[in-house]
């Protein structure tokens, strides 16, 4: 059993919480909160609440830092020098000096990066390394921003550090209908867009992101993977074997619905007869979302118990800092 102390008490701090009530192999030691109202709301998840990091620290085998990006390389520089390990929510990505911070934690530091662990793109980067449509040249992103979106087109591309980087911003109009915290009217926003090539020495990624995204059912997710042989877009695609060229598209199996009592969930991601990919939190009723999250968490600890580095601040950084080019910060 892993003991997880986490250190904050935002939006996402609580959503971490609630994922980490239902891990059978990990607890929920202690959430450092300050604020009164907050801390409520966490007891009434069944959370313990300190009000210092001492009182964090003890007791936990792992801390989960979700503070804001102004205090979270001092935070985690305390819990470094403290001898603690330290998973953060998020990369420092204020400023260059900041992200320069960041990057000095190297490897004691990891971030729980979710997006190439949510099932649909651990799935795609399987068929890809499968070689069914051969080299793959290119990876066209409209799903995710910032450092998420460079992050997953490196591991989809399995490149490096983007060579060359063009950018362009442009007004996109359009109606939200729904935001984090659910439905609402339809209000007509001004947002702005953001089209972006990143080169990878012979390969290409293509950014396209749009504020608001996330939520919109105006502004719709796309993802593109193109090789040699062949492509595949979302969860269809062609390829060519031979002479011929054949469809072929990625099948989601699930388990639990009519007539069974155990949740809906997914079971495992399947094509022409290749498992791509295979849910290893069956029975927790996850959605896509916090199988990445748990599957970073459970990465994470197993390096800090001398396993391979999951995705430390060195990484983060440089996903960062390629992500401030293409937004032009």
Not at 17 to 30: E, G, M, P, T, V
Not at 110 to 131: D, K, M
Not at 309 to 318: C, D, I, N
Request: aromatic residues 10%; contains cysteine; charged residues 30%.
């Amino acid at each position: 059993m892993t003991r997880v102390a986490l250190i904050g008490s935002g939006w996402r701090a609580e959503s971490w919480a609630k994922l980490l009530q239902r891990l059978s192999d990990f607890s929920l030691s202690a959430v450092l909160v300050r604020n009164g109202e907050k801390e409520e709301r966490f007891r009434a998840l069944g959370a313990r609440t300190v009000r210092t990091e001492e009182g964090a620290l003890a007791g936990c085998d792992l801390v989960l830092v979700c503070v804001s990006k102004q205090n979270l390389c001092d935070v985690c520089d305390r819990l470094v020098r403290r001898g603690a390990a330290v998973l953060s929510e998020t990369p420092a990505g204020i400023n260059r000096e900041e992200r320069k911070t960041f990057d000095s934690f190297g490897e004691q530091v990891q971030v729980a990066e979710q997006y190439p662990w949510r099932p649909q793109f651990r799935a795609l980067h399987a068929l890809t390394e499968s070689g069914m449509i051969g080299k793959v040249n290119s990876v066209t992103l409209s799903c995710c921003h910032d450092y998420h979106a460079v992050s997953l087109m490196r591991k989809l591309l399995s490149a490096g550090r983007p060579v060359e980087i063009t950018a362009v911003r442009f007004p996109d109009s359009f109606y939200e209908t729904a935001d984090r915290r659910g439905d609402h009217a339809p209000c007509r926003l001004d947002h702005s867009r953001i089209h972006a090539v990143l080169r990878f020495g012979d390969k290409v990624g293509i950014y396209d992101f749009t504020k608001a995204q996330y939520f919109s059912e105006l502004r719709q997710n796309r993802v593109l993977i193109r090789g040699t042989r062949g492509e595949i877009a979302e969860n269809e695609g062609f390829r060519l074997e031979g002479n011929h060229v054949f469809p072929f598209r990625m099948e989601y199996r699930y388990g639990g619905g009519e007539g069974r009592f155990d949740r809906p969930e997914l079971l495992e991601i399947v094509c022409e007869g290749r498992r791509l990919y295979e849910n290893p939190f069956r029975g927790s009723g996850f959605n896509a979302e916090e199988i990445a999250m748990a599957e970073s968490l459970t990465r994470a600890t197993a390096f800090f118990r001398g396993g391979e580095s999951f995705y430390s601040a060195s990484e983060a950084v440089l996903d960062s800092e390629t992500a401030a080019a293409l937004c032009g910060e």
